[in-house]
């Protein structure tokens, strides 16, 4: 019977430490609604986006999970949207965060729409998100089923990197990316 209380005592000292963990990073992630500034040029600039933005992606593959739920969160944030107008909703941050922590993510394939439509280019991806929040739903399961089918042929890419913004001459936040890798 001592063996068991041992062990039922290791599980439940566990288990707090694992829930403050999760509650750091979902903590971390709900903070994107408070994001003003997404990277975007920043050669002249010493800080190039919010630092509520990169202590999210910081969060590297342990964030994953909570960005890929916060994918249909239309919640409109104070951060504007360059050269295609409005402001980026919480998803949107979530995803670029996504995109800077995997690199490669066949965007416009999950989408299920054409990158230059009607001769848009990556307006495309606003202007489909925009229209209607059921193509947020869709987007939301095509992103999760992708990661499910190829997170474990992830590998890690050391590089300064950034698939986000042109951030000639700075370190990237994370000094890497995943990538899947190549056969």
Same mark, same amino acid.
């Given at each position: 019977?001592?063996?068991?209380?041992?062990?039922?005592?290791?599980?439940?000292?566990?288990?707090?430490?694992?829930?403050?963990?999760?509650?750091?990073?979902? /903590?971390?992630?709900?903070?994107?609604?408070?994001?003003?500034?997404?990277?975007?040029?920043?050669?002249?600039?010493?800080?190039? =986006?919010?630092?509520?933005?990169?202590?999210?992606?910081?969060?590297?593959?342990?964030?994953?999970?909570?960005?890929?739920? $916060?994918?249909?969160?239309?919640?409109?944030?104070?951060?504007?949207?360059?050269?295609?107008?409005?402001?980026?909703?919480?998803?949107?941050?979530?995803?670029?965060?996504?995109?800077?922590?995997?690199?490669?993510?066949?965007?416009?394939?999950?989408?299920?729409? /054409?990158?230059?439509?009607?001769?848009?280019?990556?307006? /495309?991806?606003?202007?489909?998100?925009? $229209?209607?929040?059921?193509?947020?739903?869709?987007?939301?399961?095509?992103?999760?089923?992708?990661?499910? $089918?190829?997170?474990?042929?992830?590998?890690?890419?050391?590089?300064?990197?950034?698939?986000?913004?042109?951030?000639?001459?700075?370190? @990237?936040?994370? $000094? =890497? @990316?995943?990538?899947?890798?190549? /056969?």
């Amino acid at each position: 019977m001592n063996r068991y209380f041992k062990i039922a005592f290791l599980i439940l000292s566990i288990l707090p430490i694992s829930s403050f963990g999760q509650n750091e990073i979902k /903590e971390k992630i709900d903070s994107l609604k408070y994001v003003e500034n997404m990277p975007y040029i920043c050669e002249a600039f010493s800080k190039c =986006g919010d630092e509520l933005f990169w202590n999210v992606v910081k969060l590297k593959e342990k964030g994953i999970p909570f960005l890929i739920e $916060k994918l249909n969160d239309s919640t409109e944030t104070k951060a504007g949207v360059v050269l295609f107008g409005g402001n980026h909703t919480v998803a949107d941050i979530a995803y670029v965060a996504i995109e800077e922590i995997i690199h490669g993510i066949p965007t416009f394939e999950l989408l299920g729409t /054409e990158f230059d439509q009607e001769g848009c280019g990556y307006c /495309e991806y606003w202007n489909f998100l925009r $229209k209607d929040y059921q193509n947020r739903l869709n987007f939301k399961l095509a992103v999760k089923n992708w990661y499910d $089918k190829n997170k474990n042929d992830l590998v890690w890419i050391s590089s300064n990197e950034f698939s986000s913004c042109d951030c000639s001459g700075k370190k @990237h936040p994370n $000094k =890497g @990316h995943y990538e899947i890798k190549k /056969e």
